[in-house]
């Protein structure tokens, strides 16, 4: 079992990694929480694969499980499943010594983080992702967060969870769309650090290759994350360079209105935000090409003809990282190299109709 460690000013976690780990939940949870109650949060499609096994080894070991299930997507990151779940727990009569295990992808890690983070000013909080993207990025640092209206992930908190536990064997239950969506981020991070990492991705010439060596991307993956939330916890510095192609993946992923998954709107957003930097002589030449072919070889959308849509920009306008119309945007001047640069809103819109203008075919 692989055993990675995040610092953060609140406390160490484990990170643990291994084929198998979903039938030792009801050990593995034992040994970081006395007994308590646990609200076991998941969707309507992890939920009828693992939900009754990890409740029954909750309870083998004297947790008292109380189980709740949201639909599946995008939708149940919103005020009124929070509302439901928050006001199951409070009729159940959970209190600040009681726990919450998230069991699925990143829709459910950012909710029920969210529930965690904000249930009687924060409770205890378990990681167990199942989707590829959740392993690889989301369960990992502290983002919690629900959506309002198109803009995603307005409302949100940082809270740490006390355990992520991590089983590639979930991955094999995953559609291929769902599988290959989380390498996206994957690819992302595997840029940004650069020298292994990269060498490593170019293994992945097909979707069938992500389970293949699946346990070695998700430990490259996390492991890096990990080091940059251990000096950055709550995103004032470094960590800013994992929103790596999220300024316009965000706001095409916005406009797509549920048809683009995340990790395909990242795909997008990475190759957009490398062609125009490229094209300005601040990045390698040819980065955008190898990243672009890394990217189509596993199915990944590079291109979508919502870049050019008039209202992109003001999608990016609501982004939670604007400040007083300026956005650090991410780029890689090599990999393993990546930059922050503070740009206006209008320079950020320019960049985008100049990218649009030069490449009329694929925006």
Same mark, same amino acid.
């Given at each position: 079992?692989?055993?990675?460690?995040?610092?953060? =000013?609140?406390?160490?976690?484990?990170?643990?990694?291994?084929?198998?780990? %979903?039938?030792?939940?009801?050990?593995?949870?034992?040994?970081?929480?006395?007994?308590?109650?646990?609200?076991?949060?998941?969707?309507?499609?992890?939920? =009828?694969?693992?939900?009754?096994?990890?409740?029954?080894?909750?309870?083998?070991?004297? +947790? /008292?499980?109380?189980?709740?299930?949201?639909?599946?997507? &995008?939708?149940?990151?919103?005020?009124? &499943?929070?509302?439901?779940?928050?006001?199951?727990?409070?009729?159940?009569? +959970?209190?600040?010594?009681?726990?919450?295990?998230?069991?699925?992808?990143? #829709?459910?890690?950012?909710?029920?983080?969210?529930?965690?983070?904000?249930?009687?000013?924060?409770?205890?909080?378990?990681?167990?992702?199942?989707?590829?993207?959740?392993?690889?990025?989301?369960?990992?640092?502290?983002?919690?967060?629900?959506?309002?209206?198109?803009?995603?992930?307005?409302?949100?908190?940082?809270?740490? =969870?006390?355990? #992520?536990?991590?089983?590639?064997?979930?991955?094999?239950?995953?559609?291929?769309?769902?599988?290959?969506?989380?390498?996206?981020?994957?690819?992302?991070?595997?840029?940004?650090?650069?020298?292994?990492?990269?060498?490593?991705?170019? /293994?992945?010439?097909?979707?069938?290759?992500?389970?293949?060596?699946?346990?070695?991307?998700?430990? +490259?993956?996390?492991?890096?994350?990990?080091?940059?939330?251990?000096?950055?916890?709550?995103?004032?510095? $470094?960590?800013?360079? %994992?929103?790596?192609?999220?300024?316009?993946?965000?706001?095409?992923?916005?406009?797509?209105?549920?048809?683009?998954?995340?990790? $395909?709107?990242?795909?997008?957003?990475?190759?957009?935000?490398?062609?125009?930097? &490229?094209?300005?002589?601040?990045?390698?030449?040819?980065?955008?090409?190898?990243?672009?072919?890394?990217?189509?070889?596993?199915?990944?959308?590079?291109?979508?003809?919502?870049?050019?849509?008039?209202?992109?920009?003001?999608?990016?306008?609501?982004?939670?990282?604007?400040?007083?119309?300026?956005?650090?945007?991410?780029?890689?001047?090599?990999?393993?190299? =990546?930059?922050?640069?503070?740009?206006?809103?209008?320079?950020?819109?320019?960049?985008?109709?100049?990218?649009?203008?030069?490449?009329?075919?694929?925006?």
């Amino acid at each position: 079992m692989k055993i990675l460690n995040v610092k953060t =000013p609140d406390g160490d976690y484990n990170i643990l990694i291994h084929h198998g780990l %979903l039938l030792k939940v009801g050990e593995l949870v034992s040994e970081r929480w006395k007994k308590r109650k646990i609200a076991l949060i998941s969707d309507d499609n992890v939920a =009828p694969l693992y939900m009754a096994d990890v409740k029954k080894q909750l309870e083998a070991h004297d +947790f /008292k499980v109380f189980t709740f299930v949201v639909p599946h997507g &995008e939708q149940s990151k919103c005020l009124a &499943e929070l509302a439901k779940i928050i006001k199951g727990m409070a009729h159940d009569r +959970f209190n600040r010594s009681d726990g919450v295990i998230a069991l699925g992808g990143g #829709v459910v890690g950012d909710l029920a983080g969210f529930v965690s983070a904000t249930y009687m000013r924060g409770i205890d909080l378990i990681q167990i992702p199942t989707s590829f993207l959740a392993q690889v990025d989301s369960s990992v640092g502290g983002k919690t967060a629900i959506d309002l209206d198109d803009v995603k992930n307005l409302i949100g908190s940082f809270h740490q =969870p006390d355990l #992520v536990i991590i089983d590639p064997n979930d991955l094999k239950t995953l559609p291929k769309r769902d599988l290959v969506e989380g390498y996206g981020e994957t690819l992302k991070v595997a840029a940004l650090n650069g020298g292994a990492f990269w060498k490593f991705v170019q /293994k992945v010439n097909q979707p069938s290759d992500l389970l293949k060596y699946a346990s070695q991307l998700i430990e +490259f993956a996390i492991k890096f994350k990990a080091i940059v939330v251990s000096h950055d916890e709550k995103e004032s510095g $470094e960590r800013q360079i %994992l929103n790596l192609g999220h300024t316009i993946g965000h706001g095409v992923e916005a406009l797509a209105h549920g048809k683009l998954r995340h990790g $395909e709107a990242v795909s997008i957003g990475l190759v957009a935000i490398c062609r125009i930097f &490229e094209s300005h002589q601040l990045s390698l030449k040819g980065m955008t090409d190898q990243i672009k072919h890394r990217l189509s070889v596993v199915g990944l959308p590079i291109h979508s003809k919502l870049v050019a849509s008039p209202h992109l920009i003001d999608k990016i306008k609501n982004d939670k990282k604007n400040r007083d119309g300026y956005m650090n945007v991410i780029y890689l001047k090599d990999f393993g190299h =990546p930059v922050i640069k503070a740009l206006s809103i209008s320079q950020i819109n320019q960049s985008i109709q100049g990218l649009v203008k030069a490449h009329p075919d694929v925006y």
